[in-house]
């Protein structure tokens, strides 16, 4: 996915990069794009706000779908995906679902026709636990996420 791509770019990290190293080159971007840095200059402090908040967006996007957040709410996710499917949404490549229990998340790189599969399936539901749960980077977007 193109977003996970760009905020990958952003902080200058590739795919292996694991939670101590996220949270390394964090700091240090902050560090150089503190808008308190630039209270010389009008136009680099603007710059360096919105600089700011797109390291840190990154920051805790590339958090949520780390191995090792995964592997931390990995009981929680597998009582989740057990519970009932109550709708879904797909925009972009990125399937969300929402569940009974009242948690949700987002599938990153589902190809569409995976998506028109599941939702021309008998059971939904079982489809997904086949074919998208374990196949597919996601992310939780009901409960915060672990943190470096």
Request: glycine residues 2%; neutral net charge; charged residues 25%.
């Given at each position: ?24 080159v ?44 995964r ?27 929402y ?28 489809f ?21």
């Amino acid at each position: 996915m193109k977003k996970i791509v760009d905020y990958r770019k952003l902080l200058n990290v590739n795919e292996t990069a694991e939670l101590q190293e996220l949270k390394t080159v964090y700091r240090s971007l902050v560090k150089t794009w503190h808008p308190d840095k630039f209270h010389d200059n009008a136009d680099l402090k603007l710059e360096a706000e919105e600089k700011s908040k797109q390291i840190i967006e990154a920051y805790h996007f590339l958090v949520s779908i780390a191995p090792e957040t995964r592997n931390q709410s990995l009981p929680e996710y597998n009582v989740t995906t057990a519970s009932a499917i109550t709708d879904f949404d797909y925009k972009s490549q990125v399937l969300t679902m929402y569940f009974a229990d009242g948690n949700s998340y987002e599938y990153f790189d589902v190809p569409k026709a995976v998506y028109i599969k599941m939702i021309n399936s008998d059971s939904p539901g079982r489809f997904a636990r086949r074919h998208i749960f374990s196949n597919y980077v996601y992310r939780s977007l009901s409960r915060l996420v672990a943190s470096a």
